[in-house]
């Protein structure tokens, strides 16, 4: 059994579609970013790092995995699926994983607390990530004019890439005119893993946009 701790972010998801894709049994706590429970001590204990998501393979010991896209490639690794194990194909995979995780994710993420939440709207920088934003997508785009998925088969470089490619409206940036890219999304959004994963945890009541921006300036844990 898998326990994994998470909140309603994309890095979040990425773990809860990649758990629901891969058919595994687990069960999730959801953690008050608002609060700050992330930085408690007994989190702490799990993430030293403070963040979601985080998972403990009780099946194993009770082995603890933080940091999204390394607990992406062990699940992966354990259930022998949506990473493959022949040296090119892994390495295709794991070249968009990390595209998402040293790019797609910092740069959107930052375009959102600058878009979204920070008092003082300060153009020029909500300009360069929204920009750069957009150039990764075109990026992503040009890969998934020429084939259905970013490597030879849906993996977790899909799932990584499009939980935050999907919130593009959230951080300002613009998909249109990148239909390859538009494509992709939607055969993502209609696999029933993707569907389940972003219920993970279940949607409550959204809190105001003033409550938001007190609170993602606390944490910015996206």
């Known amino acids: 059994m898998i326990e994994l ?5 994309p890095n979040g998801f990425k773990i809860s579609a990649a758990l629901e894709e891969l058919s595994l049994r687990y069960t999730f706590h959801e953690l008050d ?5 992330q930085k408690q001590t007994w989190f702490l204990k ?3 790092n403070g963040r979601i998501p985080a998972i403990v ?3 194993e010991e009770d082995f603890v995995v933080f940091e999204s ?3 992406l490639i062990y699940l992966a690794d354990k259930t022998g699926r949506l990473l493959p194990t022949d040296p090119k194909a892994r ?4 070249q968009w994983l990390m595209f998402q995780t040293g790019g797609v994710g910092p740069m959107m993420g930052q375009a959102n607390v600058f878009h979204r939440y920070y008092p003082e709207k300060i153009q020029p920088v909500i300009d360069r990530y929204q920009n750069e934003g957009r150039r990764l997508f075109e990026v992503l785009d040009s890969q998934l004019s020429n084939q259905q998925w970013l490597a030879d088969d849906f993996s977790i470089a899909d799932i990584a890439n499009w939980c935050w490619v999907r919130r593009h409206d959230w951080s300002g940036v613009s998909i249109e005119g990148l239909p390859g890219l538009e494509r992709w999304m939607r055969e993502i959004a209609d696999r029933p893993a ?3 994963g972003l219920n993970v ?3 409550r009541v959204a809190p105001s946009a003033q409550e938001q921006a007190r609170n993602i300036l606390k944490y910015v844990d996206i």
């Open 57 to 59: 393979d009780r099946a």
């Open 91 to 94: 390495s295709r995979v794991l």
């Open 5 to 9: 701790y998470t909140a309603r972010t």
């Open 69 to 71: 896209s390394a607990i």
């Open 33 to 37: 970013l608002s609060a700050l429970e």
């Open 46 to 48: 799990i993430n030293p």
């Open 194 to 196: 993707s569907i389940a």
């Open 201 to 203: 945890p279940p949607e």
